[in-house]
Structures are given as structure tokens and as C-alpha cells.
């Protein structure tokens, strides 16, 4: 038992921001990263698209690599399929939703962005996070498949332009009452990668909030009094496709203890 791994799914790099902390709470943690390249982007696919495909997917991983648990790594798969992907599999599946509860606890102003993919500032999911948690703010919401092809050149070697972070930033700040912004959920987790680079374009005073530490900590709860092993071992890393771009995001992240890609 105390080998099988947790399996962390996104449709590219942004489920790293969500790996990161969960190895800081559990760093002997076996990991396996699977990146759904063949289907990247989500944000801009519908939802019948999404719902059919994520949980098909995440079928045939369980089964090949059977995890202890399974993260959710990506906004846009959690809000259109966490129910669907639950239902289909019989281990644990933590979902990553929109940061509002923390954004609202943090807003002085009581206006707050939320920065996500196309898909997901649409969803009922996040009308219902903003009508259970911010029901006394104002929720604007942006979505860029922009900054998701950002962060995701960011990690194959591609720095971001400035102008281009600012620019869509700026969709989001430049709304009506946008400018009493205080604080920006990054509600895909492809941004906090870029979390710099945001941090940069943004007036000064705006804070950045991200699921990814609430995720680690609920990992960390349903994995209390499991068995890890006792050193960290390589991570695996999965893609539905391995072209050029994923051979350099790989070459990345063999710097940072992950193995081989392997395709699935
Ligand atoms: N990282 C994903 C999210 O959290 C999706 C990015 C995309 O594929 O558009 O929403």
C-alpha cells in the first residue's frame, strides 16, 4: 500500500501548482502527474465535451496506475465533471474548485475577481461558491485561454511577454467596479505559475488566492495514518500526446524529479 501513488490530472502543467503544496505537507508522497495534452485546451471546450471525456480518462489511469487518491487538478474538469468522475471511480476524488470562501474571508472592499478559463467563470458552480460564500461581494469574473497558453509555454521554455499578462489581467480589473478589486481568485490553476508575472501587472494592494494549499491540506486529511514510503521516490508523469511541447515540459521537469514521460 504504502507505494500507491496519488494521481494528479490536469489538461496540461497547471495541476503542478497544485502537486507543489501537497509534497510540502507530504513529501515522501509517490506521485503521478497525468496531463491530458491531446486534449488541451479545456477552457474553450463545451461542456458535453469535458463531461464526456474526463471521467473516461481518469478511468483508464486509476486502473493503470492505481492511486490512493485522486486530485482533480483543474478548475475546469472539477466544476462541469467532479460528480460524473466521483461516481464513475471507486477511490477518493478531490476536486479543485474556485478559491471564492478565502477570497471573501481576505476582502476588505468586498469586491473580488475571479480569473479562470472560459468554461469555468460560466459555470453554476462558481454562481453557487459566490451565493454560499460572497453573498455580501461583488464577484466579477474573466476568462482567458490566453494566460492558460502562457503558463504552459512558461514551463516548455517560453517566457511570458509582460504586455500580454497585463492585458488580460486588465479584461478582468477594467470591468465596471473593477477597480476596487482587492483581492483576484487565480481560479485556473495553470495562473499561480504565473503568479509572478500577475503579481507584476497588478495595481499595488491586489492579493492572489489559489486552491492549491486547501487541496494539499484536504489530501493530507483523507491520507492521515496511511503508510508512505520512507525516502521520495521519481515522479511519474503521463500524457494523452507527446510532441515537441511535451518533450520540453518533460525535459523541465526531469529537473525537478520527474521521470520519463510516459504516454498513456
Ligand atoms: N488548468 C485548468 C484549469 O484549472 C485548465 C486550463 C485549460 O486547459 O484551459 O481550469
Request: hydrophobic share 45%; charged share 20%.
Amino acid at each position: 500500500m504504502n507505494d500507491r501513488p496519488l494521481l494528479f490530472f490536469d489538461s496540461g502543467v497547471g495541476g503542478l501548482s497544485v502537486v507543489a503544496p501537497t509534497l510540502e505537507l507530504l513529501p515522501t508522497a509517490p506521485v503521478v502527474y497525468a496531463a491530458d495534452s491531446a486534449g488541451f485546451p479545456y477552457g474553450t471546450k463545451s461542456e458535453a465535451e469535458i463531461a464526456a471525456r474526463v471521467p473516461a480518462l481518469l478511468g483508464r489511469l486509476v486502473e493503470r496506475y492505481r492511486p490512493r487518491l485522486v486530485v482533480i487538478a483543474c478548475n475546469t474538469a472539477s466544476t462541469i465533471a467532479l460528480a460524473h468522475v466521483r461516481s464513475a471511480l471507486d477511490v477518493p476524488v478531490v476536486g479543485t474548485v474556485p478559491a471564492i470562501k478565502p477570497a471573501a474571508e481576505m476582502s476588505k472592499t468586498r469586491v473580488i475577481g475571479v480569473l479562470g478559463t472560459e468554461a469555468t467563470v460560466r459555470q453554476p458552480y462558481v454562481d453557487d461558491l459566490a451565493a454560499r460564500f460572497a453573498a455580501d461581494c461583488t464577484v466579477l469574473r474573466y476568462g482567458s485561454a490566453r494566460l492558460v497558453e502562457l503558463a504552459e509555454g512558461a514551463l516548455a521554455g517560453f517566457a511570458p511577454p509582460t504586455e500580454d499578462v497585463a492585458t488580460e489581467l486588465a479584461g478582468l480589473l477594467n470591468q465596471p467596479g473593477g477597480e476596487r478589486i482587492d483581492v483576484v481568485v487565480n481560479a485556473c490553476t495553470h495562473f499561480p505559475l504565473l503568479e509572478a508575472d500577475l503579481v507584476a501587472a497588478a495595481p499595488p494592494g491586489i492579493s492572489f488566492v489559489d486552491g492549491g494549499p486547501g487541496i494539499a491540506r484536504r489530501v493530507a486529511y483523507l491520507t492521515a495514518g496511511q503508510d508512505w514510503p520512507g525516502q521520495a521516490s521519481a515522479h511519474r508523469l503521463v500524457f494523452t500526446r507527446l510532441g515537441d511541447r511535451e518533450q520540453r515540459i518533460a525535459g523541465f521537469l526531469a529537473t525537478r524529479g520527474f521521470a520519463e514521460p510516459e504516454l498513456l
